[in-house]
């Protein structure tokens, strides 16, 4: 009786009010960067619009980035899906692209132009010191969301070995590495 209780006086969680909600949503989250927005949706998603929890986030993160595509457009499909079905999943989908396709074909026509100035040239290697930052900054933050902190740093330097400092394929690294970390998640799962 008392679990009873206790589930109707929840508050479910809040969900996109209709599609525009989650179109113009998505579109000013991807408005927020170039290649490190996944700190910003993780801010947007669960701490502003509480349309996800940590624990959700991160399943739902975890599953984006198996997939195949970008980390953030497979994120948005599956938020979309979740409150409005295939219609959201579009609604999110197009949120995603709508701008940043009008941006980035404006900044491919006047490439060719500024490609050649070292100001430029500097300015996107700025760039992707911040991104790396950026990703850092929420792998930080998702830390103590994960159930097997432990052993996070342990996969977390053998991906970056891998990838980073030897150079391996990606695919080939996610095909050793997680089904093993999966195995070893369920095992951690079963002991008390």
Known sequence: ??????????????????????FWSFNRLTLSGFGGVLPFAQRVLVDEKQWL???????????????????LINLS??????????RGALAALAGMLAAPLVIVLFIAVGYSTWATVPLMHNALRGMEVVTAGLVIAMALRLAPVLRLARTAPL?????????GLLRWQLLGVMLALGPLAVLI????????
Do not use: K
């Not at 624990?55 to 975890?62: A, D, M, R």
């Open 1 to 22: 009786m008392n679990i009873a209780v206790s589930r109707h006086t929840e508050r479910p969680a809040p969900a996109p009010r209709n599609l525009r909600d989650l």
């Open 53 to 71: 929890s940590h624990q959700e986030f991160i399943n739902l993160l975890s599953i984006s980035q198996v997939l195949p595509g970008p980390n």
């Open 77 to 86: 499909l599956m938020v979309g899906q979740r409150s409005f079905g295939w």
């Open 155 to 163: 996969w977390a330097a053998s991906a970056f070995i891998s990838v």
């Open 185 to 192: 998640a369920r095992f951690g799962r079963r002991t008390p």
